[in-house]
Nanobody, 122 residues
Framework: QVQLVESGGGLVQAGGSLRLSCTAS????????MGWFRQARGKEREFVSS????????FYADSVKGRFTISRDNAKKTAYLQMNSLKPEDTAVYYC???????????????YGQGTQVTVSS
């Protein structure tokens, strides 16, 4: 079993930055890809970004490409999402997830964290 805990969310003005962290406990993350998803109020959960186990492959939703950067530190069992140039439409609960491949599909991931709220004011 893997437990994932997100941190780093909060309230920021448009144009600002936040860095989300996702730390794993329990079993090692060895071999697991990591993903970030978000869910705005009244909307479905959507893909934000993902990264392979080695970090050699990264993927981004078109809406965040060029603004967000995903990374991971396997020694620390932690994945990160650096979010720059934030927009009000980025407001959502952000979830990290671990799975077998860096898929864009939420159901392909095995473990999810509880989420962290990101609110971007205009």
């Amino acid at each position: 079993q893997v437990q994932l805990v997100e941190s780093g969310g909060g309230l920021v003005q448009a144009g600002g930055s936040l860095r989300l962290s996702c730390t794993a406990s329990g079993r090692t993350l060895s071999g697991y890809a990591m993903g970030w998803f978000r869910q705005a109020r009244g909307k479905e959960r959507e893909f934000v970004s993902s990264i392979s186990w080695t970090g050699s492959s990264t993927f981004y939703a078109d809406s965040v490409k060029g603004r967000f950067t995903i990374s991971r530190d396997n020694a620390k069992k932690t994945a990160y999402l650096q979010m720059n140039s934030l927009k009000p439409e980025d407001t959502a609960v952000y979830y990290c997830a671990a799975g077998g491949s860096p898929s864009t599909t939420p159901s392909r991931y095995i473990y999810y964290g509880q989420g962290t709220q990101v609110t971007v004011s205009s």
